[in-house]
C-alpha cells in the first residue's frame, strides 16, 4: 500500500498515524507540508527512521525544492521522487491511502 | 491503468488542488486514464468561474478546465456540497430560483454517487485535502 | 447506471475518519458519503481512530452553537448496511475515553432473524493496520 502524508509533523500527527497503522512492505511518500517529517536534523527523523526499517519512505522533490530544503539535510535512505514518480508509486501499490 | 481523484479542498488557500493537478498531469503523460476528479468539501470552489486571481499567479479553476478540454477530463463538482456553498451551474439556477450561475467550463455537477462509481471502477483513487 | 456496476463489481469500501465531528465539518460531510455508497451494494466499513472516535461519542447536543446536530445520524449506519464499525483501542485511550463513552450503535442481522447486534467493534492498533491493508478502496474525512 502507498501511504501518502501531507501534514508536517511538527503540527499534526498524520505521520506519527501513518507510522502506527502501516505495515511492513508498504510505503510512505511526504507530500506538501509532509516533507519537513523528512529533515535529518527535525525531530521527526525518529519516527522516518523506524519506517525505514521495514518500509519504504520517499519525499516528493517538488515540494522539497518549494520550501527550500537541499536533498542532503533529509534522512539517508529517504528517496526524493518526482510527480512521476509519485504517479510510478501509485501504480505499483494497489491502493493508496492518504493521511489527510 | 484507471485512476479517480478526489479533491477535498478549495483553491489558494490548501496546496491540495495544485498537488492533484500536478498528479493527474503526470499521470496522464506516462498513458494512465484518468477517469474522473471528483471535488468534494470545499474542493467544490475550484469550479467556479469568477475567480479572479492576479495575473502573476496561476489560475486554478481555468487550469483544470484546460485539462480537461485536452484530455477529455470529466470534473464533476458534488451537487450537495456545492449547494451549501453557493457553486451553482445552470439547472440547479434554475431548480432553486437564483439570479445566476457560476460554473467554470469543464466542470459539471452531480451526485455524490459519481465519487463511490469512480472509486468502483477506477484501479487506484487519490485523495489530496488537507 | 453504468455498465460495469451493472457486472457486479463488489469493493471493500473502508472510510476511515480521524477528525472531530464539530470544529470542521469533515464528519459530517464523510458520513453522507457514506450513507449514499449505500446504494451501491459494495462491501462498506467506518473505522474511527485518532480525533475522529469523537465522533461517536455519546450525549453529543449541538443546540447551544447552532449547527446541524448530525450525531443521530450515526445511529443509521445499521440501517444503511454499515455491518462494521471499527474504532481504534488507542485511540480512545489516549483521549480518555472507553468504549462506555461512546454511543451504542446496532444492526439487524438478516441472517440470524434480525437480531439486533452491536455495529462497534474496538480493535487494537495492529488489527486496525490489517483492516486498512485488506480494504480496496480508502475514503479519508
Redesign the interface.
Known amino acids: ?1 502507498l501511504h ?1 502524508v ?1 501534514k508536517s509533523p511538527f503540527e499534526k ?1 498524520c505521520l506519527e ?1 501513518c507510522a ?4 511492513a512492505g ?1 510505503c510512505i511518500l511526504l ?3 509532509g516533507v519537513y517529517g523528512a529533515l535529518a536534523d527535525g525531530e521527526a527523523c525518529e519516527v522516518v527512521q523506524t519506517c525505514l526499517e521495514d518500509r519504504q519512505v520517499c519525499v516528493l522533490g ?1 515540494d522539497l525544492q518549494a520550501r527550500g530544503i537541499e536533498p542532503d539535510r533529509i534522512v539517508s535512505g529517504v528517496e526524493v521522487v518526482d ?2 514518480g ?3 508509486l ?2 505499483e501499490h494497489p ?6 | 491503468m484507471k485512476f479517480a481523484v478526489l479533491v477535498n479542498e478549495g483553491p489558494y488557500t490548501h496546496q491540495a488542488s495544485d498537488s492533484a493537478f500536478h498528479f493527474t498531469k503526470a499521470a496522464i503523460e506516462q498513458g494512465h486514464r484518468v477517469i474522473r476528479v471528483f471535488f468534494y468539501h470545499d474542493g467544490v470552489n475550484n469550479g467556479t468561474r469568477l475567480t479572479t486571481p492576479p495575473q502573476d499567479d496561476r489560475h486554478i479553476a481555468n487550469r483544470w478546465g484546460e485539462l480537461a478540454q485536452e484530455h477529455d477530463l470529466d470534473l464533476v463538482v458534488c451537487v450537495a456540497a456545492a449547494q451549501r456553498r453557493g457553486v451553482v451551474d445552470e439547472d440547479e439556477q434554475k431548480r432553486n430560483s437564483k439570479d445566476a450561475n457560476n460554473i467554470a467550463d469543464g466542470f459539471r455537477i452531480s451526485g455524490l454517487g459519481q465519487l463511490i462509481e469512480a472509486g468502483i471502477q477506477a484501479d487506484r483513487l487519490v485523495t489530496f485535502g488537507d | 447506471m453504468s455498465e460495469e456496476l451493472q457486472s457486479g463489481i463488489v469493493k471493500k469500501f473502508l472510510y476511515i475518519n480521524r477528525r472531530a465531528p464539530h470544529g470542521t465539518n469533515y464528519a459530517q460531510e464523510g458520513l453522507e458519503v457514506a450513507l449514499i455508497g449505500a446504494a451501491f451494494d459494495q462491501d462498506v466499513a467506518m473505522a474511527y481512530l485518532d480525533d475522529g472516535v469523537f465522533q461517536l461519542k455519546a450525549g453529543q447536543d449541538t443546540k447551544a452553537i447552532g449547527t446541524k446536530n448530525f450525531s443521530a445520524t450515526y445511529r443509521a449506519l445499521g440501517d444503511y448496511d454499515v455491518k462494521r464499525v471499527y474504532v481504534e483501542r488507542e485511540s480512545l485511550e489516549r483521549r480518555g475515553l472507553s468504549e462506555d463513552d461512546l454511543m451504542p450503535l446496532v444492526y439487524e442481522d438478516e441472517d440470524d432473524d434480525w437480531e439486533e447486534k452491536p455495529l462497534i467493534h474496538v480493535v487494537s492498533a495492529r488489527e486496525m493496520q490489517q483492516i486498512i491493508s485488506e480494504s480496496d478502496v480508502l475514503l479519508n474525512f
Open positions: 500500500m501518502v501531507n500527527n498515524s502506527r497503522l502501516s505495515q508498504s507530500i506538501e507540508d517538488e510527480y512521476a509519485f504517479v510510478k501509485a501504480v491502493k493508496v491511502q492518504s493521511w489527510l
